[in-house]
């Protein structure tokens, strides 16, 4: 059974590009989350989607960031423009339904230059 | 603020030894999560212990709940090198948007 999966694994790129980063929940799941971990700061909630629909995201730190699912296979994490402060690791996770335990994709590094 | 804080932030035990990691929360909760992390990878899944239960075990796992002191501990006995890792509580709170909230870890290192 395949667990959740991210992509790219790994991103460097310069100050001011865009950043797309992608995810496949796993299949059957309802509920898709975002999250992003720093030494400084920990894990943190970006965003989570209930049935391909955003339900809470005041975790996205501003207007640069966005995050869709267009359905229930797919969703993606936009950084626009991308700065240095932005670099981390990103998580997708997914679960049956909210507040049951999550699934975890490996995440991708980001480092923006 | 966090929701969940670990204590202690960093373990080292010898292999065959029992790890203690615990875990204090501030408000009223629904569950609460255990995870771990290996270098690199992504969170998994450990247990859940509901909030109207005590103790729970999943093999060398034991996990205990105190709604009272808002407090949990994550026991792993018989430790492995294979145990290194970092561990999180999450909380999903009360009455909230269950989503859940995590702390920032214990990093246990299981020496051979």
């Known amino acids: 059974d395949a667990g959740v999966i991210q992509s790219p694994r790994h991103e460097v790129t310069e100050m001011g590009q865009e950043v797309t980063l992608r995810c496949k929940p796993i299949s059957g799941h309802n509920s898709l989350f975002w999250y992003r971990q720093t030494m400084m700061r920990g894990l943190e909630l970006l965003i989570y989607f209930n049935n391909n629909v955003p339900i809470d995201d005041s975790g996205m730190p501003e207007d640069r960031f966005s995050a869709k699912m267009p359905n229930a296979s797919f969703s993606t994490l936009k950084i626009q423009p991308s700065e240095p402060r932005d670099s981390a690791v990103y998580f997708c996770?997914?679960?049956?339904?909210?507040?049951?335990?999550?699934?975890f994709g490996d995440g991708t590094r980001l480092s923006i230059l | 603020s966090q929701q969940g804080e670990e204590d202690p932030q960093a373990l080292s035990i010898q292999e065959g030894e029992n790890a203690t990691m615990n875990c204090s929360y501030k408000t009223s909760i629904n569950n609460l999560q255990w995870y771990r992390q290996n270098s690199g990878r992504g969170l998994v899944h450990l247990i859940l212990?509901?909030?109207?239960?005590r103790e729970k075990h999943s093999g060398r796992l034991r996990v205990t709940l105190d709604t009272s002191k808002k407090s949990s501990s994550l026991l792993i006995t018989a430790s492995r090198a294979a145990d290194t890792a970092s561990y999180f509580c999450?909380?999903?709170?009360?009455?909230?948007?269950?989503?859940?909230?995590f702390g920032k870890g214990t990093k246990l290192t299981v020496n051979p």
């Open positions: 212990i509901r909030s109207n239960e």
């Open positions: 999450a909380t999903v709170l009360q009455g909230g948007s269950e989503k859940l909230v």
């Open positions: 996770a997914s679960s049956l339904v909210v507040g049951q335990p999550q699934h």
